[in-house]
């Protein structure tokens, strides 16, 4: 595969931000995934979802803008922005629905840590929560899927 190998040098550092925003965007997700679902089943909910919510602020909104900046910029490089690829279409759409729902992530955590500290239960904001980070999990390894396979 030889012809993979071949681009110009002035693709790789928007393409590297690009990758690197999407895997530590997933990683977080991941791990704000695991730790809601133990805020579920634990008898302390505080210090879990203080953890979600602040993986959520500080990490998960900081490294999709990464990856947007990275994809709008590769895009750009490659003089891609009035084509009709199906591939690239899927990634926008999987991008700002995506940064949508993880906004709506980040206030439904928050909320829950403030409620468990004002000494309520909040199960059923910690569930909607951990719900929409594994769908949007799925979603970006449709968009995943679909920037390796590159379906016309």
Do not use: C
Not at 16 to 21: C, M, P, R, S, Y
Not at 81 to 100: K, N, Q, R
Not at 115 to 127: E, F, N
Not at 135 to 150: E, N, Q, R
């Amino acid at each position: 595969m030889s012809i993979a190998a071949v681009r110009p040098d002035s693709w790789n550092l928007p393409l590297v931000l690009h990758v690197l925003g999407a895997m530590v965007l997933v990683a977080l997700l991941a791990t704000a995934a695991v730790v809601l679902s133990l805020a579920l089943r634990s008898d302390d909910r505080s210090a879990a979802l203080r953890l979600a919510f602040r993986t959520l602020l500080i990490g998960a909104i900081p490294a999709y803008l990464v990856m947007r900046v990275g994809a709008q910029w590769t895009l750009s490089k490659e003089n891609l922005e009035d084509a009709d690829f199906t591939w690239i279409d899927i990634g926008f759409m999987v991008s700002d629905v995506g940064l949508l729902v993880l906004i709506v992530m980040t206030v439904l955590t928050g909320m829950a840590s403030r409620r468990v500290r004002r000494g309520d239960t909040p199960s059923g904001l910690v569930r909607w929560a951990n719900a929409l980070t594994l769908l949007l999990i799925v979603g970006y390894g449709v968009a995943l899927w679909a920037m390796s396979t590159k379906p016309v």
